[in-house]
């Protein structure tokens, strides 16, 4: 059925997950994929540096058509597929509206989590400051009480009482936060909506493999 | 004509001069707009948290719906007046999705650009280091090559031989780097896109009025 279609990614990768919450939504299973890893480094290998010159994952084709962004894709796919599976934007404007600005929104959300989860990782060692690091958990703490805040405010999704795009979008990186740590008591309406689509088809069907047994991680424990 | 609009933006700021280059493009001038000043501080206004909690501008309304994510405001107005003014999001499938890739993809070019620009604003005295500062600006030029890359393989547009959303998104992010001081004999083709566009209409008449007839900014000259 997306025969057409050729997915390059990475387990546990909220970009690449984006995409295959998409795919299934859209009922468009069939597609060529493979699982690289990127502690092997694939991701730089020839065959992602064809799709994506960054040597990143997701590297996603249709047919000759290449996007690697995974919201560019959601939107494309969206867009191609529109009456065919889960309608992801509504046409009602109100909705359109709110899911628009979630969709953006979150890159202050993914950034606020990257500066703290890979502090270590894009920080060399001389360059390190507990005063950052206090920084950037702060900041976080303060990004998710404004999404905890949205949850309270909806009705089980992220805008309003259906499944749209945003959740496409923002369900992997919640359920990214929940993986490393962060904590259920403190953050009680962003585990609701973590625990309550954890079984949805389209996202049990493209849970990260190599979170399925996975040690508890603790790096968000304390936020 | 666009009387239910409202729009609290900064001059200079990349993502307030995108909504209003989409205004513009789209034939919807006539919004109720009020420029604010970034240094007295006004973006933590009362009159800009109404509008948009994280104190940021722009801060945008269309009658009661609030989209303060520039993109956002990009991708609902295209779809709201899909066929006034100009066609922002082609039918064609090739540049749609080649469009949808460049307006995502702007996001490693603003991060790139702000991480050397605004070092010293973002990263307080004692934590700062020459080793990182250097390692921005390896990184925004590494990111520069490649959209000098792109405009290379193009027609004078981000994307092909058209103005585009992809223009409307990443224009304001090219001319800031000039602003900025960024060395038009360096990047010969980014600087042919900023000239060749300056005097579009909607371009034109959003121009940042602090710009105008300001003394060149040397940040960015050894990039």
């Known amino acids: 059925m997306a025969k057409d279609m050729t997915l390059l990614w990475g387990s546990g990768s909220p970009p690449c997950w984006r995409i295959m919450i998409a795919l299934e939504e859209k009922n468009l299973q069939g597609y060529n994929q493979k699982l690289l890893s990127f502690e092997k480094g694939e991701h730089k290998s020839k065959e992602v540096m064809e799709i994506n010159p960054r040597g990143q994952l997701p590297a996603f084709k249709c047919g000759d058509k290449i996007i690697n962004e995974s919201c560019g894709v959601c939107f494309f796919l969206e867009c191609k597929y529109k009456t065919q599976g889960t309608k992801l934007i509504p046409d009602c404007e109100v909705g359109r509206a709110q899911i628009l600005q979630r969709v953006f929104e979150v890159n202050a959300l993914v950034e606020k989590s990257s500066s703290v989860i890979y502090y270590n990782w894009m920080v060399p060692e001389g360059e390190r400051h507990d005063?950052?690091?206090?920084?950037?958990?702060?900041?976080?703490?303060?990004?998710?009480?404004?999404?905890?805040?949205?949850?309270?405010?909806?009705?089980?999704?992220?805008?309003?009482k259906d499944f749209t795009l945003a959740d496409v979008v923002v369900y992997p990186n919640v359920a990214y936060l929940f993986h490393y740590g962060l904590s259920e008591q403190r953050y009680p309406k962003l585990a609701e909506y973590y625990k309550g689509l954890m079984n949805r088809p389209s996202?049990?069907?493209?849970?990260?493999p190599t979170w399925k047994n996975a040690p508890k991680q603790e790096t968000l424990k304390d936020i």
Chains 1, 2 share one sequence.
């Open 203 to 208: 996202i049990k069907a493209s849970w990260p």
């Open 131 to 160: 005063s950052a690091v206090k920084r950037n958990k702060e900041a976080l703490t303060a990004e998710l009480k404004l999404w905890e805040g949205y949850l309270q405010a909806s009705s089980g999704f992220i805008v309003g």
